[in-house]
């Protein structure tokens, strides 16, 4: 299960951010996750909680995914398409050619920190 490595990953990178700000703790962590990744955001989901108990700054946080859809254009007619409803193929001409503009992504889009009423002064 490589979404493990992934999240501890995530949990390194973020810490960076943790110590950048000089923060105690975070309240979400909110991922982009492409369809044609080879990411399962349920494995995500399900690892989260096992990865952030490793972390202080994380313990208690949430993790929100984004699925990001696989939309290509085609190179042969330029129509714009799911690549997996169509699984790759052109639903207008049958075409396989095509540039895909999104559903690789993977990436860290924000770190969320909330005002907790015992942090005000």
């Known amino acids: 299960m490589h979404e493990l490595t992934l999240l501890f ?3 390194d990178s973020v810490g960076k951010v ?24 349920e494995f995500m989901q399900d690892g ?7 972390y202080d700054f994380l313990r208690g946080s949430e993790l929100i995914i ?9 190179q042969n007619c330029g129509e714009e398409f799911d690549i997996m409803k169509y699984e790759g ?3 207008e001409c049958g075409s396989f ?11 860290i889009r924000e770190v969320r920190v909330y005002e907790h009423p015992d942090q005000t002064s």
């Open 97 to 107: 050619e095509k540039e895909v503009i999104s559903g690789f992504d993977f990436y």
């Open 48 to 54: 989260y909680s096992v990865v952030s108990d490793e």
């Open 9 to 11: 990953g995530i949990a």
């Open 66 to 74: 984004n699925r990001i859809k696989a939309i290509g254009i085609c």
């Open 18 to 41: 943790v110590k950048e700000n000089d923060l105690d703790h975070v309240d979400a962590v909110v991922v982009d996750i492409g369809e044609a990744t080879a990411v399962v955001p």
């Open 89 to 91: 193929i052109c639903p």
